[in-house]
């Protein structure tokens, strides 16, 4: 079943109030949206390297909102490996630490590592949603942000090492 206009209008108005909230964050170099053309699948990226996005994905059809990292390049997802491996912590745990940070309590998410498209190296933690109409509920937005920010801050010394060894910009 297609989306309905006012599915597509509350969508859109969740979309747009994360990433306003976001707006001026130095942390991010740009944010795009990568949306399937069905719709299945509506992705917003927030860069943090050329090729490394925080990311928020809303699967309306479900529906679930996953935050993750993702990158195209497959070193950088063998140092984003790499960071998990040196706390000696699960993936899980790792994230939980994160999440905390956040101010998220969340005990042993789920985190998922996979390969989408055959193009993206990814590490996600979905949220399902009792209904799409959540999207309008404040608690559910600021979740969102909580789960990204929790994304950052437990991979932020990976990325840290990712940006000290990128290329100067010339």
Not at 69 to 97: A, Q
């Amino acid at each position: 079943m297609p989306l309905s206009d006012a599915d597509r209008t509350l969508i859109s108005e969740f979309r747009t109030a994360l990433q306003q909230g976001y707006a001026g964050d130095a942390r991010f170099t740009r944010v795009i949206r990568d949306d399937r053309s069905d719709e299945s699948v509506l992705a917003s990226r927030f860069a943090v390297l050329d090729d490394v996005w925080l990311e928020l994905t809303l699967r309306p059809f479900l529906p679930q909102l996953r935050a993750g990292i993702v990158t195209t390049d497959r070193w950088k997802n063998e140092e984003l490996e790499e960071r998990i491996e040196e706390t000696g912590d699960t993936m899980s745990e790792f994230l939980e630490l994160g999440f905390d940070e956040a101010g998220l309590e969340w005990r042993a998410p789920q985190v998922e590592h996979y390969r989408d498209q055959g193009k993206y190296f990814c590490f996600a933690t979905g949220l399902d949603l009792p209904s799409l109409k959540s999207l309008g509920d404040p608690a559910t937005l600021d979740k969102a942000r909580r789960m990204l920010e929790g994304y950052y801050h437990a991979f932020h010394g990976a990325i840290q090492r990712l940006k000290a060894a990128a290329p100067p910009v010339s």
